[in-house]
Nanobody, 119 residues
Framework: QVQLVESGGGSVQAGGSLELSCAAS????????TGWYRQTPGQERELVAR???????NYADAVKGRFTISRNDAKNTLYLQMTSLKPEDTAVYYC?????????????WGQGTQVIVSS
């Protein structure tokens, strides 16, 4: 069973920066997709950014130009650098790792880390 542990959340004023980390208990480079999602109360979890096998990155329109996803395979750690934070970025941020297998996709989630951006 793969475990993902997020850290780095906290409270920051609008315009500030935070970096989230996600430490994996398995070789993170073996996953086909690794990414960050976020969720606010009453809303569905939404994709923030992801890295696909081969290194392609995708970002939600709302964070393009402000957030950067990266990965350190040697440390089995996924990062999300967040700059120019806005109050609407307030959410619980979740790390995700997805592997396509013979019997279908299997994904893993962290426990989440809270980000609060005040105006």
């Amino acid at each position: 069973q793969v475990q993902l542990v997020e850290s780095g959340g906290g409270s920051v004023q609008a315009g500030g920066s935070l970096e989230l980390s996600c430490a994996a208990s398995a070789n993170i480079f073996r996953f086909d997709v690794t990414g960050w999602y976020r969720q606010t109360p009453g809303q569905e979890r939404e994709l923030v950014a992801r890295i696909i096998t081969g290194g392609e990155t995708n970002y939600a329109d709302a964070v393009k130009g402000r957030f950067t996803i990266s990965r350190n395979d040697a440390k089995n750690t996924l990062y999300l650098q967040m700059t120019s934070l806005k109050p609407e970025d307030t959410a619980v941020y979740y790390c995700n790792a997805l592997k396509f297998g013979e019997y279908g996709p299997r994904d893993y989630w962290g426990q989440g880390t809270q980000v609060i951006v005040s105006s």
